[in-house]
Nanobody, 126 residues
Framework: QVRLVESGGGPVKAGGSRRLSCQASGFPFSTYTMAWFRQGTGTEREGVASIDRHGRTTYAESVKGRFTISKDNAANTLYLQMNSLKPEDTAMYFC????????????????????WGQGTQVTVSS
């Protein structure tokens, strides 16, 4: 049974940093494509960053140069390092996982992922 548990959210001031973690279990973590999504109040869930089994990454334009996705296969953990945070980054952040074909790059659309965590809230104040 796939289980994804996010942590690391909380309040932070604009310009600050935060690192989110997603502890995974119940599936072969190293072979799955992993991603971070976020959803603000009244908005649709949007892709933030993803990483495939080979470590290739994809980022939303809004976070390029500020956020870094990484994973530790030995620890079955996904990370999102968020720097230079802005109030518009305020959202619930979700971890997602799915098994992609080897040649398909890591995507950032909700429908590509069948497995989701419960989320962790990040609130950026100005």
């Amino acid at each position: 049974q796939v289980r994804l548990v996010e942590s690391g959210g909380g309040p932070v001031k604009a310009g600050g940093s935060r690192r989110l973690s997603c502890q995974a279990s119940g599936f072969p973590f190293s072979t799955y494509t992993m991603a971070w999504f976020r959803q603000g109040t009244g908005t649709e869930r949007e892709g933030v960053a993803s990483i495939d089994r080979h470590g290739r990454t994809t980022y939303a334009e809004s976070v390029k140069g500020r956020f870094t996705i990484s994973k530790d296969n030995a620890a079955n953990t996904l990370y999102l390092q968020m720097n230079s945070l802005k109030p518009e980054d305020t959202a619930m952040y979700f971890c997602a996982a799915d098994l992609f074909p080897p040649t398909v790059p890591a995507g950032l659309t909700v429908r590509e992922y069948a497995n989701w965590g419960q989320g962790t809230q990040v609130t950026v104040s100005s």
